[in-house]
């Protein structure tokens, strides 16, 4: 079946320093990846996907490369900010077997000292 | 225009008891899903609904759980007999299942349920 590993938290950095979170998957078929991001407070956002090998999803300064030969998608940011606390997820939805609902890691907790 | 919407917010019910939980999803959007959040741990998928139709009820743990979508909009995920395990936020997500590949799911705020 479908999984996904990703490091545990939380993470603690402080303002501008370098961000990675790492996350590794399982899959049956060829799937898309996903980082989900949760504010404080709010509902689960999109923050970018890859839906095919060596793809970049960026946004708001992340990035992340779908890396086929790893199974990896890791998140990274250059320089992260006290706003981006929050709890990251990474997730796979599996369209080759029919499976389009999200799979998701247990999540990793940012935490962003100023 | 509106994101997708769950209510109640929060519900405390007891051990025994049924419980209704409603989604609203993005107007026009004809995929439906059914996601429970344990404290700590990622969502994990119950059901997808494409139209009014369950495509997929792969993820529901028991037969205590049953959702419906009579019109292919609102969505309620029903749960009898509640037990204390059942504590978790339930999550609803919406997506356009074009058939281009946009697969983008938008999540609702979450109803916390918790069974005493």
């Known amino acids: 079946g479908n999984s996904v590993t990703q490091m545990e938290g939380p993470v603690t950095l402080s303002e501008e320093a370098f961000l990675t979170i790492n996350c590794t998957y399982t899959a049956t078929g060829y799937p898309s990846l996903f980082w989900y991001v949760q504010y404080p407070g709010e509902g689960l956002q999109l923050l970018l996907k890859a839906t095919k090998a060596d793809d970049k999803g960026s946004n708001k300064g992340f990035e992340a490369t779908y890396r086929k030969e790893t199974t990896s998608f890791h998140l990274e940011k250059g320089s992260v900010q006290v706003s981006d606390s929050a709890v990251y997820f990474c997730?796979?939805?599996?369209?080759?077997?029919?499976?389009?609902?999200?799979?998701f890691g247990s999540g990793t907790r940012l935490q962003v000292q100023p | 225009g509106a994101g997708v919407s769950q209510t109640p917010s929060n519900k405390v019910t007891e051990k025994g008891k049924y419980v209704e939980l409603r989604c609203d999803p993005i107007?026009?959007?004809?995929?439906l899903y059914w996601y429970r959040q344990s404290l700590g741990q990622g969502p994990e998928f119950l059901i997808y609904?494409?139209?009014?139709?369950?495509?997929?009820d792969s993820g529901l743990p028991n037969d205590r759980f049953f959702a419906v979508r009579p019109e292919g909009s609102v969505s309620t995920l029903k749960i009898q007999r509640t037990e204390r395990g059942d504590s978790a936020v339930y999550l609803c997500?919406?997506?356009?299942?074009?058939?281009?590949?946009?697969?983008?799911?938008?999540f609702g705020p979450g109803t916390r349920l918790t069974v005493l």
């Open positions: 107007s026009g959007h004809t995929a």
């Open positions: 997730a796979l939805s599996d369209m080759d077997t029919g499976r389009r609902a999200l799979t």
């Open positions: 609904f494409q139209g009014t139709g369950a495509a997929d």
């Open positions: 997500a919406s997506s356009l299942n074009s058939g281009t590949g946009n697969n983008e799911q938008f």
